[in-house]
């Protein structure tokens, strides 16, 4: 029966079992989708529109003055859409530096900007935010954002739900 490493002296033993294999995926895949009736539905996930707004304290003025209401946002190291921009604030720069007493006080930067995007989207709501595409964002997540012609590290630094 066994001569050679081959069963019954015509088929080797590592292809008889990975034709075995195969047979037995396939009678799977058959009786799955026989006695299933197809595959599963499975029903997308409930989507909630959302004001979200992403703030950066410091950052060159040159980038913010490519920036305009109706710029596609991005979130650059996923690529993925965070919305339409629909309402930009920049003002000067949030910079913290010590006074001559050491009493720590806010100051402005020639040629900086502080800036605050808000955008409208749709995603799947989560218990800390929102998840899109299985990426989750919520307050306070860093992330950076391709904006107008622009790409800026920014901070999530408001979120609501519309219609919540």
């Known amino acids: 029966m066994l001569k050679d490493a081959k069963l ?5 033993i590592i292809d008889f079992f990975i034709i075995l294999a195969l047979v037995g995926a396939a009678a799977f ?3 799955q ?3 299933g009736g197809g595959v599963p539905f499975i029903a ?3 989507t909630q529109d959302f004001i979200v707004s992403f703030f950066a304290e410091e950052v060159a003025s040159f980038t913010t003055d490519v920036i305009s209401i109706g710029d596609n946002v991005i979130d650059s190291g996923r690529n993925l859409s965070l919305g339409q921009v629909i309402d930009l604030n920049i003002d000067d720069a949030i910079i913290w530096n010590a006074d001559q007493y050491g009493n720590t006080i806010r100051s402005n930067k020639e040629g900086f900007s502080s800036i605050e995007i808000t955008t409208r989207l749709t995603a799947v709501p989560n218990e800390h935010g929102f998840t899109i595409a299985g990426n989750r ?3 306070g997540h860093s992330v950076t954002v391709r904006a107008g012609r622009s790409v800026i590290f920014m901070r999530i630094s408001g979120l609501e739900e519309v219609g919540a």
């Not at 019954?8 to 080797?12: H, P, T, V």
Request: a positive charge; charged letters at 20%; glycine letters at 12%.
């Open 33 to 35: 989708f026989r006695a």
């Open 29 to 31: 895949f058959v009786y």
């Open 137 to 139: 964002y919520g307050i």
């Open 8 to 12: 019954f002296g015509k088929i080797n």
């Open 44 to 46: 997308p996930p409930e």
